[in-house]
């Protein structure tokens, strides 16, 4: 990492304010007290939350449930996410419950589309978004058209895909069966296949370097076709990831707008196996700084906290089509 500059964690940690201490168990402003406090005798055992899996925790869920001490002492967490009203919303804890998926769905297509969609009308109206602002995109990568075809009938037009080659076996064939699908690459982007990406995507997710941006402005001009695209940002710095850096990000813009790439956003997938919405919030903060209007962040396991800090593009394989193998 360079000398100077700050640690992303830190970075997307400061996006919040400083930190603070969570009692569980306490309720809206109670739930405050110095990063660092731990008396375990003011913490009230809470119940979990109501379904498993879920994104959000009411703030008076410790109401349901009171009695002796909880195991585990108050946890650190970010101001933010005490009574967070990201948009003016009812003050809620938004937290990162990893969702538990089968690799066998044993509910239909259109059941489960269902449910993916009301989670998100849930966590729109606590945030106090219309639910038609946030567009869900279906990740079939590596599913079979036999497995499309029931989200395609359950009602679903926005797929994202991985890689070119796979959306070319298998997507001329499904457009031509189901009119308005419109098909998103969320995966990363070879220069030398950006004429073909820009022949078959409407809107390209990962666009990261200035190389790259050299030859989907070619693909554009060859082919007529002028797709909408998102920075993908490393927000994370982690060197097996695909993505410019945070500090790169307006310079990437600015060559990508004069390239004549329509950028709209700012994608980012944050670091595995940790709170996942301090960098969601930092990438809304960068989104913000430069005018950018669209967010391309959440997957199965965090859209709802995504949702309240602003997504307007989540990413949905798991929920939607079963753990892959």
Known sequence: MRRGRQRPDMAAMAAFGPPTTRALGRIGEHQHQPAGARNAAHCLKQRPPLRIGGGVMAKDNARLSLG?????????????FVGHEPYGGQGVVALRHPRLYSRVMTEDAK?????????????????GRAPESVTLVAVSKTQSAAAIRPILAAGQRVFGENRVQEAQSKWPELMAEAPGIELHLVGQLQSNKAEEAVRLFDVIHSVDRPSLITALGRAQEKTGRRPRYFLQVNIGEEAQKGGCAAI??????????????????????PPADTEAAPYF???AKIAKELGLSELSMGMSGDYEAAIMLGATQIRIGTALFGARG
């Open 248 to 269: 790169e990000v307006p310079e990437l813009l600015a060559q990508a707008r004069a390239a004549g790439l329509d950028v709209v956003g700012l994608m980012a997938v």
């Open 111 to 127: 059941h489960r589309l269902n449910a993916v969609h009301h989670d998100m009308a849930r966590a729109c109206k606590i945030a």
């Open 68 to 80: 002796k001490c909880c195991e585990r002492g108050p946890e650190v967490v970010a101001q933010t």
């Open 281 to 283: 919030a930092l990438l």
